[in-house]
């Protein structure tokens, strides 16, 4: 079975141009990459919402902004153990069915937050919205890909995460605005909006498909423990680890190295997601043309662009230009996706699932490194040369499985 022929497309299906859903009738793969897009912009909101509301929150439940800040690790402890459980639990099920189930599950969580009475509940319905976060984007990207064809993966996997690109653009902005003005509980409820628009989108517009009856566990978590699928899960845990130690220190190094007025901070965070927009797009394209050297390239500009962002960061307008390049490092999003289709093409489901685990685990490296690096020198410029040596390690990392793939294949057979 290839990467790309599974549950989605019949035998006989336009391999790049449709689905045939019947005699005489092809469905555009469009809308469905929509609705799928749509999953992305509300899981993004709500994920990063909660950071811009943080003072709120912790100020609605009386308690410090620190313990507010256990609230995003809930999330993100939900979205590591979520991705593989979720995945392998609906991996012989019809795909469509399981986006529907996670979308339910993500809409009932943040509706459960919005109507929260105290921190504990608070902290518990903050857990279960990150459970179906990896599995939703993973499974939605193996449908894209299927959808779209061979020649189009990388592209069409990139259009689903758009939604998340759009999200920091519009979404986060959006609902941290309307969280300050009407409580943070309305922000909650505009997301749990989102997930049932979601959720009606991806039954009408997502085709149906037989599900992998014969997939197993075992066969997933094999896949799971090759080489090359464990060398591309840690090039993302390790290189986008440098964006996040970047990005979680942004805003006071905006304020506090570039002397930027906190109210100027959301629009130079608009910024960093137009990048991450565009970075999106223009990987998907190159890394359906070159995906080795498109991996590698773009794991060079998140080694320069961080560098670049700490040399020029006590500048405001130079230090804004570096946002919106640092948000390009998007791109290595769907080229890592991409590759675990091929790593694990047998067996994608918990594979593409787990992507998402190993960003969150980046998100927690970056984090950790980003903040010992500035507590050891006190300089706000510590994070970004942390993020570029991060990339460095994730490139390094990359560089010598490429070449030992290189050796595998050109070894005579004994």
């Not at 859903?21 to 990063?48: D, K, M, Q």
């Not at 469509?96 to 902290?123: E, I, Q």
């Not at 920091?168 to 409580?183: D, E, I, K």
């Not at 909006?193 to 997939?215: C, D, E, I, Q, Y």
């Amino acid at each position: 079975m290839s990467a790309t022929s599974s549950t989605i497309l019949p035998p006989g299906a336009p391999a790049g141009g449709g689905r045939t859903a019947g005699p005489g009738r092809t469905v555009r793969p469009g809308p469905a990459l929509a609705a799928l897009a749509l999953g992305g912009f509300a899981i993004g909101s709500g994920e990063f919402a909660a950071m811009g509301l943080l003072p709120d929150i912790a100020a609605g439940l009386r308690t410090g902004p620190s313990r507010a800040g256990h609230l995003v690790s809930a999330y993100a402890l939900g979205v590591v153990l979520g991705a593989p459980l979720l995945a392998v639990l609906g991996v012989r099920r019809p795909r469509r069915s399981v986006l529907l189930a996670l979308m339910a599950l993500f809409t009932a969580g943040n509706l459960a937050t919005a109507l929260a009475p105290g921190y504990g509940t608070l902290l518990a319905a903050r857990f279960a919205s990150g459970l179906p976060h990896g599995a939703f984007y993973g499974i939605a990207a193996l449908v894209a890909a299927d959808l779209a064809g061979p020649a189009r993966r990388a592209r069409a996997v990139s259009r689903v995460m758009l939604g998340l690109s759009i999200a920091n653009v519009a979404g986060v902005p959006a609902a941290t605005s309307l969280g300050q003005a009407a409580g943070w509980r309305t922000a909650y409820a505009a997301v749990t909006v989102a997930g049932a628009l979601t959720f009606a989108a991806v039954r009408l517009l997502v085709p149906a498909g037989p599900g992998r009856p014969r997939a197993t566990v075992r066969s997933e978590f094999a896949a799971l423990r090759r080489p090359r699928v464990l060398a591309t899960l840690a090039v993302g845990a390790i290189g986008f680890g440098g964006m996040f130690s970047v990005y979680t220190y942004l805003s006071p190094a905006l304020t506090g190295r570039a002397h930027l007025p906190a109210a100027a901070v959301p629009a130079v965070l608009a910024v960093f997601g137009l990048g991450m927009t565009a970075g999106n797009l223009v990987g998907g394209r190159t890394v359906d043309r070159a995906p080795a050297a498109s991996l590698i390239g773009i794991l060079c500009t998140m080694v320069l662009f961080p560098a670049l962002f700490a040399a020029v960061s006590a500048h405001r307008t130079a230090a804004v230009g570096a946002v919106l390049l640092l948000g390009t490092g998007f791109a290595l999003v769907p080229a890592l996706q991409t590759r675990l289709m091929d790593a694990a093409a047998d067996a994608p489901t918990l594979a593409a699932a787990t992507n998402h685990s190993a960003f969150n685990l980046a998100n927690a490296l970056g984090a950790f490194l980003g903040g010992a690096a500035l507590d050891a020198t006190g300089s706000w410029a510590a994070p970004a040369w942390t993020g570029s040596a991060l990339a460095a390690a994730g490139l390094l990392l990359l560089a010598a499985t490429l070449a030992a793939e290189r050796r595998q294949r050109t070894e005579p057979a004994p």
